[in-house]
């Protein structure tokens, strides 16, 4: 904490000069000791424990601080980073030529510097709010655009968690297709192992036949086959053969089946594109194209289908709209098809993207356009041609003539852990496909040098000379003929034939974050999301070579530092949430939340409870709950919240009585949804342990309870954790994300395990229980995501932020967190209602405003007041949730008392010209509310038909005009587009970058 009161040298002993002077915390949390005196004031307590005591139930309360081991000694955020480098050099960084759908890229500089470093991309939140999103809207159009145009469908979403996932949400999709009629799915046993083990989880959960073979014996023309809802082949193989899929695409047709793709985007600058072959879902992942290996993740995945099947796709789609003033505009489109959205009725439970990652996949397809990405991948498929001539002449069996990037070797056993172990002499990890063969696949920082080592490590194993590979090259002819060629165009649209030279992409990825609000702009203060400071000391580490370029199933002794920074984060987790057993797989809060979930249902299998299949959801939960429910085989019963927003004891008691004998879990959030502690929380955890259930807590709004409270005090038994939200990972736009699961001892074998392996102690501890075996019951262990971890590389972040604020610094930032809040609805409550408070009149880290009177007594909707919030420079709170018609504001510890000043004045000035509208002051049709957000060039318009001025209209408040404040200190955000028409761009669906022609149209 600073203060401003200054000390004189002889006041204090040089040992105090000797202390840090780059400690954490203050940067973190901004206040001065006069600004805590002043909110306290407003807020109505004489000191900050004054009021976490008159907040926080006492029989929840922590008494202490935080016993976290393994702390760096020093509290400097050089000397921090320093601890965590000299972990990061236990890794070893070798050359990865594993494949598996992981691949070494370069990130072109540009893009890495201005795009994965730059804050103004990774820290806008999810762009719900079209008006201040237009920049990475546009940037996420042109990876649909990028994804659509290469696998050949109709349309593409704006990315997925990682390949496996998409693969079981194209899984699921084909049965939700089938619409109940067909419950039998077959996947190729040709496919990425990790994506079969995901897809194993997904059909287990809800009640899917999945059947697992080799593609070609399938019987597609007896009655079995009518009964499939679809098949998935992977394209090449995950062994490098490039399958002619055609008349499987044909046959599944007939009996009404899906053809189900998982591509390479990089071969399908090369190969016949997967719907020209009859694909209805191609999915796969980008991260090949500039996006770091990063252990795991994050990266995009992708899916693309027809737009008949638009509505049952999973994920966000971007769509093309117009504004109030008839200008282009994007949105996100249809929304109400969002799974979260359908809640019990969802066949998915994804609620993010990889937003981030998937804007630096779209601009390296820009950077690069058609040609450069065809060359690179004409380069790659060179190199492997190269090798794979080469083994030939020296009697090794390569058993497929057509390939891209991967060659398989066939080889006698006793040769395979030979080359294997040569191979690593030279610092390279290849793939042991199995006891008899071994995978090779390049990529494109593949060097003719390095074939030339490979190509050595194989005569050396035969003892011969080597082939030279540069002789090879200038001699081997290299194509592709049908039906394998692509002959059809992509990334034709001016956007990706433009931006070649680094000038021009900077000046357009720098037009485009332009366009956007935030957090280098402004607070943005959404309830439920926790949108805190994401500090560059904690952001450097992700991108150094020994967190960003190791493959998640390299050999264990090269990945020696992320075990010891995992285990460290883990053991700092299970004591913040109070539990014994953390996962760190889940790589989003969703993806926990369905993690946790399945815990439960497998725990009460275990114990002989298979019947148990209730889930009490309170009606005001976020609605990936009851999604994640679903899709983990349970059945929603919902549980009313009575007037002050809490759960209603007596239904509670009720339906779990009623249920008794079938109960598995209650899902809550805490503090509730409506942004307050409920005080019988002990109470209602034990309703459910006394029936025989099990009690999840959803993690969202856990920035009120580190070092005040935990899950496991609360009586809880399993929670995720947002690290996006708590833990300072960046929101990205939209994602990354990661969502880890902790739990107690006695869900701890049934959490998430290894893809690959299966085994579970590399993917949970604590010091507790580090080395407890999964049930030897089960003949698989439920994997959640495609990597044993996760998204790896972003697991430094939380790491950081933990490390650098400690115990106390970490109880302090939820305690200012809840002071924040509570400062904000002090200085509202005497202009909106605020819906919900605790028993003494305090809300927890967050507040709702009620703003449902104003559509009667001024036609003024909670959507009006949102968008003229972005006239004032500011992302709207949470709208119409956990109530329609209301705003949620959460500030996070890390603004300021001066940012929430800004905030809190533009709120009241906006309840002014709302009170002027209803003394008909105001024009109640033609008001700055209506019309907002105002364009600067609505304002520069020699037409101006409005009541109110051009100055109320963009300038409503003093610090935005440079008259009042000097050109030095003035700041105005102009938005991009006037309020977007949403229904417009519903009925006009598109989803691809609009032609030159089409602007000039509008």
């Not at 968690?161 to 949400?169: H, R």
């Not at 309870?705 to 809880?716: E, K, R, Y």
């Not at 963009?954 to 991009?976: F, L, M």
């Amino acid at each position: 904490m600073s203060s401003n009161k200054q000390i004189s040298p002889e006041n204090i002993v040089a040992s105090e000069h000797l202390r840090p002077s780059d400690t954490f915390e203050a940067r973190h949390i901004g206040h001065t000791e006069q600004d805590l005196a002043e909110m306290l004031s407003v807020v109505g307590y004489d000191s900050l424990d004054a009021l976490i005591k008159a907040t926080v139930p006492s029989d929840i309360r922590l008494e202490g601080d935080l016993d976290l081991t393994d702390l760096p000694d020093t509290l400097s955020e050089a000397g921090i980073l320093d601890h965590l480098r000299s972990i990061s050099r236990k890794n070893r960084v070798f050359r990865n030529m594993i494949g598996m759908g992981y691949h070494d890229t370069n990130t072109p500089a540009v893009i890495l510097r201005n795009v994965l470093e730059n804050a103004r991309w990774y820290t806008p939140y999810t762009p719900y709010q079209a008006e201040i999103s237009q920049g990475r809207l546009e940037a996420l159009l042109n990876f649909q655009t990028m994804v659509s145009d290469l696998t050949g469908m109709e349309l593409a979403n704006a990315s997925l968690l990682d390949e496996a996932t998409a693969a079981s949400e194209a899984m699921a999709m084909a049965v939700s297709i089938a619409r109940g009629k067909k419950n039998r799915f077959f996947v190729a046993d040709s496919t990425h192992p990790q994506t079969i083990a995901l897809m194993k989880t997904r059909a287990r959960s809800m009640d899917i036949e999945l059947e697992i073979g080799k593609i070609w014996d399938l019987n597609l023309n007896d009655d079995a086959a009518k009964q499939l809802a679809g098949v998935l082949v992977q394209y090449p193989t995950t062994d490098g053969n490039i399958e002619d899929y055609s008349t499987i695409s044909d046959q599944i047709h007939k009996h009404g089946g899906l053809m189900v793709v998982a591509a390479d985007l990089l071969a399908l600058t090369l190969l016949r594109a997967p719907g020209e072959f009859g694909a209805d879902i191609v999915i796969g992942n980008t991260q090949r194209f500039g996006v770091p290996m990063g252990f795991g993740g994050p990266h995009a995945a992708y899916m693309a289908t027809h737009e008949k099947y638009v509505r049952k796709m999973p994920g966000r789609i971007v769509g093309v709209s117009v504004d109030s003033q008839g200008n282009k505009a994007y949105r996100l489109t249809i929304q109400t098809r969002e799974q979260h959205i359908k809640r019990d009725r969802a066949t998915s439970n994804i609620c993010t993207a990889q937003v981030l990652l998937a804007t630096i996949a779209g601009f390296y397809a820009v950077f690069h356009g058609p040609e450069g990405i065809k060359k690179i991948a004409w380069r790659v498929h060179s190199l492997t041609s190269i090798l794979s001539s080469a083994l030939k002449s020296m009697g090794y069996a390569i058993p497929y003539e057509n390939i891209f990037d991967n060659l398989r070797i066939d080889l006698p056993a006793d040769q395979v852990n030979q080359i294997l172990f040569a191979a690593r002499e030279h610092l390279i990890n290849l793939r042991k496909l199995n006891s008899t063969a071994i995978c090779v696949n390049l990529d494109e920082t593949t060097t003719l040098d390095e074939v030339q080592t490979l190509i050595g490590i194989f005569a050396e194993a035969k003892n011969t000379t080597a082939p030279v590979a540069k002789s090879i090259a200038d001699s081997l002819e290299i194509s592709y003929k049908s039906p394998s060629a692509r002959t059809s165009d992509f990334l034709s649209h001016e956007v990706f034939n433009r931006y070649h030279s680094e000038h021009e992409l900077l000046r357009y990825m720098t037009r485009l974050l332009d366009k956007d609000i935030s957090l280098a702009n402004s607070m943005i203060p959404l309830g439920s999301c926790t949108m805190k400071l994401n500090a560059a000391a904690e952001l450097i580490p992700i991108t150094w070579p020994e967190f960003s370029k190791l493959h998640p199933y390299a050999p264990s002794d090269q990945t020696r530092g992320y075990r010891e920074l995992f285990s460290t984060l883990q053991s700092w987790l299970a004591e913040i949430t109070g539990f014994e057993a953390v996962s760190l797989q889940p790589n989003s809060g969703a993806n926990g939340e369905y993690a946790g979930l399945m815990a439960i249902k497998r725990c009460h299998i275990a114990n002989n409870h298979a019947h148990r299949d209730i889930c009490l959801i309170p009606l005001s939960a976020h609605g990936t709950n009851p999604a994640s429910s679903v899709i983990a085989g349970l059945k929603v019963i919902g549980i009313k919240c009575d007037n002050d927003g809490n759960i209603d004891l007596d239904d509670l008691k009720a339906q779990a009585e009623k249920h008794s004998k079938n109960l598995a879990a209650l899902m809550i959030t805490y503090p509730s949804t409506h942004g307050v502690y409920e005080a019988p929380i002990k109470q209602i955890c034990q309703i459910i342990h006394d029936h025989g259930g099990l009690v999840y807590m959803d993690g969202a709004n856990m920035n009120a309870q580190v070092g005040l409270t935990s899950p496991g005090i609360i009586g809880a038994d399993v929670c995720h954790l947002n690290l996006h939200k708590t833990f300072a990972i960046p929101h990205g736009g939209g994602g990354p994300g990661m969502g880890p699961i902790c739990s107690t001892k006695q869900l701890a074998p049934y959490l998430p395990g290894n893809p690959i392996t299966g085994d579970a102690q590399s993917n949970y501890a604590s010091t507790a229980i580090w080395g407890l075996d999964p049930d030897p019951s089960e003949d698989f262990n439920y994997p959640v995501s495609a990597a044993p971890y996760g998204s790896a590389s972003i697991l430094p972040i939380s790491w950081m932020y933990i490390a650098l604020l400690s115990s106390k610094g970490l109880k302090r930032a939820t305690k200012i967190a809840i002071l924040n809040a509570n400062y904000i609805t002090s200085r509202l409550k005497n202009h909106y209602n605020i819906l919900y408070t605790g028993d003494n009149g305090t809300v927890a880290h967050e507040g709702i405003v009620d703003c449902r009177d104003f559509q009667k007594t001024a036609d003024i909707s909670v959507e009006d007041i949102a968008k003229r919030l972005i006239d004032f420079g500011f992302h709207a709170p949470t709208m119409s949730w956990p109530v329609a018609g209301t705003l949620m504001i959460e500030p996070t510890e890390s603004e300021s008392k001066q940012e929430l000043d800004r905030f809190c004045d533009a709120m009241i000035a906006i309840r002014k010209e709302i009170s002027d509208i209803e003394a008909n002051i105001s024009d109640q049709e033609d008001n700055p509310l209506r019309n907002a957000p105002h364009t600067a060039s609505m304002i520069a318009n020699d037409d101006w038909p409005h009541n109110y001025t051009r100055q109320q209209a963009a300038y409503p408040a003093a610090w935005q005009n440079p008259r009042n404040v000097g050109a030095s200190n003035a700041w105005k955000y102009w938005p991009p587009v006037s309020r977007v028409d949403n229904a417009y761009g519903d009925r006009n669906l598109q989803c691809s970058c609009p032609t030159m022609e089409a602007y000039q149209d509008a």
